[in-house]
């Protein structure tokens, strides 16, 4: 079955310091990834995707992704964390089913950041 | 433009009530999709809608149900609730297929 898995549940950065969120996939086909971030309370905004093409993509905020098939990976990185950054974050695979589409979801990191 | 637009924000509901959240779409957005958040569970699909048609269910009862109208604006109903249906329900919406959904600030439902 697909699946996602987001080995960290909580990470602490101090602000200004660079930033990776580990991200693993398992889906037989081409995966379409998503990386979403949470703040308390609010919906999930999308930092960007990937479908294919460039492993390498840039997304809002300035996070970027990369996307590594040999590795199933999607880690999302960011050179130099903000205090605003501190939030939780979504990877998501895309599924293509035959009657319609869907998300599925890993359980999420928090994103603490102390200055 | 305007985004994805849930109603209401917090509802509190009393165990064995139902409920219908709603979900405007972005404007030209034929594609409706329903998620639950839970502490536990975390984010599960519910189901797709896309022009009035589920095209997609999640592995949840029969008690979530769920309907689309014409303008693309979308309904989930919860009948006989029970205290594990609390949550936030996040609706989202798609133009094209992956494209990337846009999802609403959700509806933060409380069972007691």
């Known amino acids: 079955a697909q699946s996602v898995t987001q080995p960290d549940i909580h990470i602490t950065v101090s602000e200004g310091a660079s930033l990776e969120l580990r991200c693993n996939y398992s889906y037989g086909a081409t995966p379409y990834l998503f990386w979403y971030v949470q703040s308390p309370g609010q919906g999930l905004q999308l930092l960007l995707k990937?479908?294919?093409?460039?492993?390498l993509v840039q997304g809002i905020k300035g996070f970027e992704a990369e996307f590594k098939r040999s590795q199933s990976s999607f880690n999302l990185r960011k050179p130099s964390v903000h205090w605003s950054d501190a939030a939780e974050y979504f990877c998501a695979v895309g599924l293509l089913e035959e009657y319609g589409n869907k998300l599925v979801f890993g359980a999420g990191t928090i994103l603490r950041v102390k200055s | 433009k305007a985004g994805v637009t849930q109603t209401p924000r917090y509802l509190i509901k009393t165990r064995g009530q139902q409920v219908t959240l709603s979900c405007s779409p972005i404007?030209?957005?034929?594609?409706v999709s329903w998620y639950q958040q839970t502490p536990g569970q975390g984010l599960q699909f519910l189901f797709e809608?896309?022009?009035?048609?589920?095209?997609n269910k999640g592995n949840f009862p029969g008690r979530f149900s769920g309907r689309q109208f014409s303008n693309s604006r979308s309904e989930m109903n919860v009948s006989t609730l029970e205290l594990g249906d609390s949550a936030l329900y996040l609706c989202?919406?798609?133009?094209?297929?992956?494209?990337?959904?846009?999802f609403g600030s959700g509806t933060r439902l409380t069972v007691v």
């Open positions: 990937y479908f294919s093409g460039d492993t």
């Open positions: 404007s030209g957005h034929r594609s």
């Open positions: 809608y896309f022009s009035e048609t589920q095209r």
């Open positions: 989202a919406s798609s133009n094209r297929k992956f494209n990337g959904y846009t």
